[in-house]
């Protein structure tokens, strides 16, 4: 009976130290893919693709799966702005909160016109749940604003993201319909 005992408390001893071991991999899990997304310098474009061709409000008409980050959007050879693509991003995370904070726009060095200048402006707050590895931001240039986007990838070089959108009438750039954009950043 007291063999039988001690093997109970054996078993009880590591089971414990086993989920302890595993709920601490989960909060280091968090923390590093946390430390990822606010690294102090920021992140900035380095893709994005649609999987759905692009007609553009300005006449032009851009094929799936095409490079975004290529022409102007001001001259009718692209979708984004020449001034958006040197922006940098930033995430600040919360004191309170580790996976909550602020997001930040810095317009980086091209001061084109309409561009945001090269100071960081809140562009507002961001989630992050790593669970469901979904990401909200803001993303100026998306179809709309705030967006929930799924994370393929996130290291301490390069943040993936998948975002889905369904385009109303009326939007400023696209025409009707299901979107979804491959946002690839890169860590400066």
């Not at 967006?147 to 369904?166: G, P």
Request: net charge negative.
């Amino acid at each position: 009976m007291k063999k039988l005992l001690l093997v109970l408390i054996a078993c009880t001893l590591v089971f414990s130290a086993c989920k302890k071991d595993e709920e601490d991999a989960q909060q280091q899990q968090v923390e590093t893919m946390k430390d990822f997304l606010t690294n102090k310098d920021g992140w900035q474009l380095s893709s994005v693709t649609c999987t759905h061709e692009l007609h553009l409000q300005n006449n032009t008409t851009i094929a799936a799966n095409t490079e975004l980050l290529t022409g102007d959007y001001a001259s009718g050879t692209g979708y984004f702005f020449a001034y958006e693509i040197d922006d940098i991003y930033k995430f600040v995370a919360s004191a309170n909160v580790p996976t909550e904070g602020v997001e930040y726009l810095n317009g980086n060095m091209n001061l084109g016109e309409g561009a945001q200048t090269a100071e960081d402006k809140k562009l507002g707050d961001f989630v992050f749940n790593n669970e469901t590895m979904l990401l909200g931001l803001y993303l100026p240039w998306a179809p709309t604003n705030f967006t929930t986007a799924s994370i393929k990838t996130l290291d301490k070089k390069t943040m993936e993201l998948i975002c889905n959108y369904t385009i109303q009438a009326d939007n400023a750039k696209l025409d009707p319909g299901e979107y979804t954009f491959t946002v690839k950043f890169r860590a400066l």
